[in-house]
């Protein structure tokens, strides 16, 4: 499709979640086409700004959109077997290498900077999923922003905002591991209009091995008070909660938990945390939380985790959705006294979410001195229906006057491309009415006059309509 001149983005409508689309930019310079070499992109996050973030090519040009810093080029090749989604990811070869980083976000294709534009004050989510083929050493890895100056935006940044411009470490041994998300959602702090992306690790000795990232992604959320989300489990809820060890099988869904008690958030202990309703006992090396929640009957595609925890000791919080544990690298919607509110973005999980009833479990771990000890817990957990900008015909008018017309009102994504139809009977073939290119917001209107060899209207008795992208 062609682009309006000045164009800097492009939505592709109706993407199967998951697959693999391929795709190419052509610029038109006077009376000729430059195009680039294809690229793949994975379909999966909403508002991804990573246009590469799956990493499904089959040669190395994917390179052309990351930069190693520090490791050989050579050392980076796109594994072959290996994938969360899509059929491949990007498998990073260490060959006796300390402490470094590996690869950097660099220019994209269609884009003019090698950086992601971002908007102070937004909230953002970025990560990735990291899976280990094994690596002689133990070590840690991270995804980690940075912001450089650029043509349009010289001011000196800030100091990065601690520890929000990197994920929880995912923290490795020297097996091979399963794949793990690994996240961190933030709003911007002012001073950031551009950020680039980079992979990070340190490892106890020099080592040799091989880590995979897949499904990169970094992207604006909708604000925490957008008026479209729904509450699935609300602040202030009741929980059925437990300060002991608990049995075994305590998150899963079947779980009988009636004996446990039963208290209203926000729950906690010590002069730190504000806001306690339920008190707990203090100095005890974790809390377990349990209750359920009702989840809509349509699909969702955006699920939040917001919090006001305590420390965590290290392991922040761990959540079950349904008997199901979350693989993460570390939840840290933790604060020193749990009175900050901090996100976690777990639409990557929203499969483990069911029509109906759902249950979450949760445990929030402490650390504590002798003398005092703070711990507070309260979480929401809030989902957006799936609602895609659905193509339609939103009215079928008959025009009077001098010739007998139709204007028909379509409602289209801005800046896409349709071909309109029609057909006089059912078993007949359909016919081109018109294509439209919606290059403005809101309704477009089409006049069928009976044009492009079509009968003319006051010769049916009736007419049809249908709308087909036209890519
Ligand atoms: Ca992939
Ligand atoms: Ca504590």
Redesign the pocket.
């Known amino acids: 499709m062609t682009l309006t001149p000045g164009a800097t983005s492009y939505t592709d409508y109706l993407l199967k979640p998951g697959c693999q689309y391929i795709y190419e930019v052509g610029a038109v310079y006077e009376t000729n086409t430059v195009h680039s070499a294809p690229f793949a992109i994975?379909s999966s996050l909403n508002g991804n700004l990573v246009a590469n973030g799956?990493?499904?090519e089959n040669d190395n040009s994917h390179w052309d959109k990351w930069f190693t810093g520090d490791l050989d080029w050579t050392n980076m090749v796109a594994s072959t077997n290996v994938?969360?989604?899509?059929?491949?990811?990007m498998e990073i070869t260490l060959i006796n290498k300390g402490n470094n980083g590996s690869i950097s976000q660099y220019g994209q294709y269609g884009t003019t900077d090698a950086c992601l534009p971002v908007t102070p004050g937004r909230l953002y989510s970025f990560g990735c999923f990291f899976k280990s083929g094994g690596i002689s050493q133990p070590s840690e890895h991270w995804l980690e922003w940075s912001s450089t100056r650029t043509g349009e935006d010289t001011n000196n940044r800030p100091a990065r905002p601690y520890p929000l411009y990197f994920t929880p470490h995912y923290v490795i041994g020297t097996n091979a591991t399963d794949w793990t998300y690994a996240n961190r959602t933030f709003v911007m702090p002012p001073g950031f209009p551009n950020v680039e992306l980079e992979h990070r690790y340190s490892i106890a000795a020099p080592g040799s091995g091989s880590i995979c990232i897949?499904?990169v992604f970094f992207r604006a959320l909708p604000s925490p008070d957008a008026t479209n989300w729904i509450d699935l489990v609300p602040f202030a809820a009741a929980w059925r909660y437990f300060v002991a060890a608990p049995p075994t099988n305590w998150f899963a869904a079947s779980f009988n938990d009636a004996s446990w008690p039963m208290g209203v958030g926000k729950f906690g202990a010590g002069s730190g945390p504000a806001n306690i309703v339920t008190a707990l006992a203090p100095q005890k090396p974790a809390y377990y939380f349990r209750r359920t929640f009702i989840a809509p009957s349509v699909p969702c595609e955006e699920l939040l985790l917001s919090a006001t925890c305590t420390d965590g000791g290290g392991k922040s919080l761990e959540v079950y959705l349904n008997g199901v544990k979350l693989v993460t690298s570390g939840i840290e919607t933790v604060s020193g006294q749990g009175n900050e509110v901090r996100y976690f973005d777990l639409t990557p999980f929203l499969d483990l979410v069911q029509p109906g009833t759902n249950c979450i479990a949760v445990v929030l771990n402490n650390v504590w001195q002798p003398s005092w000890d703070d711990v507070a817990f309260d979480l929401s957990l809030k989902a957006i229906t799936y609602a895609p900008v659905g193509p339609r015909i939103t009215a079928i008018n008959r025009e009077p006057g001098t010739g007998p017309e139709i204007n028909l009102g379509l409602s289209v994504p801005t800046n896409s491309i349709w071909r309109i139809e029609s057909a006089d009977t059912l078993s007949s073939g359909w016919q081109l009415v018109d294509v439209v290119t919606n290059n403005s917001t809101g309704a477009t209107w089409l006049r069928d006059s009976g044009q492009n060899g079509r009968l003319p209207l006051n010769e049916i008795s009736m007419r049809f309509y249908r709308l087909i992208p036209d890519y």
């Open positions: 994975l799956g990493f499904e994938a969360y989604q899509g059929d491949k990811s897949d499904n």
